[in-house]
């Protein structure tokens, strides 16, 4: 099951591997003709009513792959109204093979007359609500007529997010629905098709751009809204928990504090203005700050629990104390991975090992990427937690989902490049699902280093990355 969002990300995910949606609008036409092959007989009167969105468009594609029927194609509005560029262009190739379409301005005038079967290609995933003028009057006519209603993707007025149905939506006979099935359409009592539209299965194994289109920030926030993160770091060094710090402000938290032993703070904070500092007594994390450390945890959306602790016994014990009574979501790095075989947590984790820290947990790993991929997944179902494993490529996976980033290169073994993702990985989190957090991180921080690498060559260094973070994380997609 992919809801409609989902649905955006592997289609832009596809165009990224070289389909483009062009093509998957092609096979979805195909797919919609061959359905309509299964419920109506050459000749019969086959009526299309095409939204100007692209779930029109897969509709006037099936056009042209129906021409034994007695067809009519209705488009609702105006032709310059079509909102996608390849909606338009097979309007327009149905102009220039003189296919008989007709548009419809005013809905008050739609006369549907008697057809076999009408093709409801008036609304798809991208319609949220009732249905508006003028695909309310046109599913009303078409819940009247005695004919065969064949939906395009989902019946038009089902919200493809929530699976509600509108009041005014079309009540179908037969949906044909692309690549999965959608919320909602199990419940119809229909039957559904779902065709295969040539989505290759790596649009959703692997992480590309299509997955950055589920950042969003809402213009009304207010500060905190994006995301308030607690760093807890440093000690025998200062640099990784300042790298992972100012990495979650470029990525888009709000807020970012570190929590340090203080006789590090000062050298901390003279890296960057932009943090917050919270110095604990001292000159490493030691049990006796757990408590003080958990209160300030609990007002924060995430916790990167690791850069530059060290691995002193004490300081290990306290991050296992301060994770074992943590309940909210933490980003785990560094040293303090090798507590997590040993504690129970009610905690969300997201665990970034590299793969020396992998098997350090206990975790296994192997050549062969495909190999690693299973053995990491079993791997994060055992520990019950969401794992990002670094390597040339990153595997992310919750034991039920695994995803795999290939973004990176060689120049980023150097020091300080983990830092900076468990810093993104953190602020992700604080506004996205743990694994979707773990996986744009990850290939948001191979891109930046990729195209620092492209602009200079090797010899990058972990501050590099810094400024890049939001030229790639925002980057946008112009859409077809
Ligand atoms: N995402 C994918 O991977 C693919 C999508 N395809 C098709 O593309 C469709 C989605 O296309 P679009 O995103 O262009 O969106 P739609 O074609 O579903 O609808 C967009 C239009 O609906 C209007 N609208 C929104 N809410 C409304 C309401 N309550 N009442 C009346 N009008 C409303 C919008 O103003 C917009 O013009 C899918 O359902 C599917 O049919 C396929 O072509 C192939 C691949
Ligand atoms: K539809």
């Not at 099951?1 to 070289?18: I, R």
């Not at 419920?39 to 099936?62: E, F, K, W, Y």
């Not at 006519?141 to 509600?164: C, F, H, I, K, Q």
């Amino acid at each position: 099951m992919l809801t409609g969002s989902e649905m955006g990300v592997v289609d832009e995910n596809a165009a990224a591997l070289g389909v483009p949606r062009k093509q998957l609008m092609e096979s979805s036409g195909h797919a919609v003709a061959q359905a309509v092959r299964t419920i109506a007989d050459p000749g019969d009167q086959v009526t299309i009513v095409a939204g100007r969105g692209n779930n029109g468009g897969d509709a006037l594609v099936a056009a042209r792959f129906l021409d034994d029927y007695d067809l009519r194609v209705l488009l609702l509005g105006r032709p310059g109204a079509i909102s996608t560029t390849i909606a338009r262009e097979n309007w327009d190739a149905l102009q220039h093979a003189e296919y008989p379409t007709e548009t419809v301005r005013d809905s008050s005038v739609l006369d549907l007359g008697t057809p076999d079967v009408v093709i409801d290609a008036m609304l798809g995933t991208g319609i949220a609500g009732d249905l508006r003028e003028p695909a309310a009057t046109a599913a009303q006519a078409m819940n009247e007529s005695g004919a065969t209603v064949l939906s395009v993707d989902v019946p038009s007025g089902l919200d493809a997010e929530t699976g509600r149905l509108a009041d005014n939506a079309v009540d179908a006979d037969h949906v044909v629905t692309f690549h999965d099935t959608k919320p909602g359409l199990p419940d119809l009592d229909v039957p559904v098709t779902v065709a295969d539209i040539g989505i290759p299965d790596a649009a959703e194994l692997f992480i590309e751009r299509g997955d950055l289109t589920r950042l969003e920030r809402d213009l009304t926030s207010h500060k905190g809204d994006n995301g308030e993160v607690l760093v807890v770091g440093g000690g025998p060094y200062t640099g990784a928990p300042a790298l992972s710090a100012q990495a979650a402000l470029r990525s888009g938290a709000d807020l970012v504090r570190v929590a340090c032993p203080a006789i590090v703070a000062r050298e901390i904070q003279s890296y960057s203005e932009n943090l917050i500092l919270r110095p604990f007594d001292g000159d490493q994390l030691a049990p006796p700050h757990v408590d003080r450390l958990a209160e300030l945890a609990a007002d924060h959306d995430t916790l990167i629990v690791g850069p530059g602790l060290g691995d002193a016994d004490a300081t290990l014990d306290a991050v296992a104390d301060l994770l074992s009574g943590f309940e909210g979501t933490a980003v785990v790095d560094a040293d303090a991975l090798s507590v997590i075989p040993d504690i129970e947590t009610d905690a969300e984790l997201i665990c970034t090992p590299h793969q020396g820290e992998l098997l350090g947990m206990g975790g296994e790993t192997a050549e062969d990427w495909q190999e690693r991929a299973d053995l990491i997944e079993s791997f994060a179902a055992e520990v019950g937690q969401t794992l990002l494993v670094k390597g040339p490529y990153d595997i992310i996976s919750n034991g039920e989902r695994t995803r795999v980033g290939r973004t990176g290169n060689p120049g980023m073994t150097v020091g300080g490049t983990g830092d900076v993702l468990a810093g993104v990985t953190g602020a992700l989190a604080a506004v996205q699902d743990p694994l979707d957090a773990a996986a744009i991180a990850a290939y948001t921080v191979g891109s930046v280093g990729d195209r620092v690498i492209d602009d200079r060559g090797y010899g990058l260094v972990a501050t590099d990355l810094l400024d890049e973070i939001p030229s790639v994380l925002w980057q946008r997609e112009a859409e077809p």
